[in-house]
């Protein structure tokens, strides 16, 4: 049986003997590295589960999001085009950094990957933001993500040790920034099926982070990839009644 300690260490911190990494020149290489730049080091058939994972999330957002754009009402096309980018190129870097091998690449793809996170938040908030709440209550939403997602990013390549130890942190709070606005959501009369699949979406996103720490379970990093991917599923549905005016 596990002790506490050894526990909370699988569960929150990389386990020793799953970790792989570059030598301590390496570091040197890539600006604001820490000392030693570090990865998970997944069996095969973990990276081929995460691989399976990546495509199906890939393949969808390829067929969803020409669709949204094309569906979406001619004065909200431009922020479902936005979204749909975020959406593809948070997938798309997240395929790319997670089945490369350890390397100075991966550690830059990686860079790539946590920047992708920071704007496909801000551009899911882009619909909902400017489309339903509005007025000065969506702007500010707006302005603000889409600040603290763009300050996300230059940090991460600025300075990309000091981000990855919040990102977690980061990231979650602002995909439940929402929650500061719910006066401004319920006023601006959004149908409930929307207001639902928000929720749904950052409930599984939060439930993730749970498999996302927990490194010494096998296939964690693609169950952690199957709920962004059931969360992303949910965003979508959201912002495709928004966009839409099925909302």
Known sequence: MLGRATLRRHICGMVEDRI?????????ALAGAPERICFPDYERREIVADGVVHALGIALALVAVPWLV????????????????????????????????????????RQFDYSGIFLKIAGSYTPLALHFIGGIHGLVLFAGVWLLAVLGVVFKFTAPARVERGSLFIFLALGWVILFCARALVSADIGGHVIWLIGAGGLSYSAGVIFHRWHAL?????????????GSGFIFLANALIVTGGG
């Open 218 to 230: 096998r296939f964690q990093n693609a169950i952690w990839h199957l709920f962004v991917v059931l």
């Open 70 to 109: 094309w569906a979406a009402l001619p004065g909200r096309r431009i922020a479902a085009l936005v979204y749909g980018v975020a959406l593809l190129s948070m997938l798309i870097a997240s395929a790319s950094y997670n089945m490369s091998r350890p390397s100075i690449l991966k550690a830059r793809l």
């Open 20 to 28: 792989t990494c570059l030598p301590k020149e390496a570091s040197r």
